[in-house]
């Protein structure tokens, strides 16, 4: 009976250290949405490490069955090789560095004999500090992390589970088991406790976003409309030119210089105003194009435009609206200091695919971070919804989307294909 429970208390630990370690696994790498994938890769890390400790616990065996649990943990994870490697030596090493520290404590403070069990739990509990303090350090979006009140308070309520513990290992008395039973309840409280914290997160995150998609899908849709005013209104000039004409060929005739002149400026003017930079016939894509390139226009921006699509394309207006609205804004405001602005536009539709490039001139480095553009502004809390609510609508195709950065310019690079 005291292996099965030896087995089972090795076997729940290892689980816990790998749920700690996916989560700092998303602070070096991007999480693939392969699920099975990830599942097979962390129940492999958990057989070996579990195998090893229970049946040999050699020193060097467990430092090499973790250095290879964590390696097989980087398999379904998306990055550059060297950011997997930073990943598999700073979690190995923290780990040590915390279980030698641990076991130093409770062997010679404490001079108490049977501390592996409770050892390996308070180590967990140190393991799951250091996470959080890593998570909150590299955060791509500090939006996502807990305000720093609540994050303090989270950080003191794990501390003090952590000195509760130590009290109770200071008792003599209580059984290795006892020990064990209540360092993990300790422990298993703060995993639920994170969990809930970050589902609460994830929601109002969502709400936020789904605000802010409402709201500038609206935006768009009363432009959008605008557009189609102009568009309207261009057709009735075409109508109309023939009496345009007419009427100038008259005044022509009777030698009316004067008057025609004023009478071609004011047709000028009016067809000024409502020409559209974009028109392909795909009401869309003209009305999102023309609202965002005449305000990048309006902004000093050289604006060259290449678009070959069906009008019948069958993508929803809407979220044409989102990517092409967000990622031309992000463009406009690139070229907020540069000396000669320009956004460059190409779109076709090929294969059943429609491609989109846009690239623009910039003067500030641009952070990219596993091919995800992190917003250099100050407050971030406020920025970068853009770029995920355009993820948000591409998830729902077949789809890539691909930054590159070339000395002074900036290019997206867009697929979709309905799935």
Known sequence: M??????????????????????????????????????????TSVVLTTTEYYFFNISWLNLLSTLVGLIIITIPYYGKLKKKIQFVLYVLSISCILDLCVYALLSSTFDYENYSTPASILSLFFLLIVQLITKRVLAKNKSEELSSPHWWRYIVSLVTCIAASLVVIMDKSISPWSLSAVCGAFLFINLIVVYLFEDLIKTKQNEYENLILSDQARAYEKELSMQQENVDAIRAYRHDMKHHLL???????EGKVDELDRYIVQVSEDLSEIEPIAYTGNVGVDGVLNY???????????????????????IPVFDMNIILGNLIENAIEANECVDKPR?????????????????????NTIDLINNEMVSTKQDKTTHGYGIRNVRKVLSKYEHSLVFEENEDIFVVRVMLRKK
């Open 292 to 314: 965002m390139l005449q305000k990048a226009k309006y902004n000093g921006i050289d604006v060259q435009l290449h678009v070959v699509i069906p009008e019948d394309l069958d």
């Open 247 to 253: 009427a100038m060929r008259v005044m022509n005739k």
């Open 2 to 43: 005291r292996e099965i429970y030896k087995f089972i208390f090795i076997l729940a630990t290892e689980i816990v250290r790998i749920v700690i370690t996916s989560k700092f696994a998303v602070s070096f790498m991007d999480k693939s949405e392969e699920y099975i994938k990830r599942i097979l890769a962390y129940s």
């Open 343 to 363: 956004i460059d536009i190409l779109m076709k539709y090929v294969k059943n695919a429609l491609l989109i490039e846009i690239s623009n001139t910039h003067v």
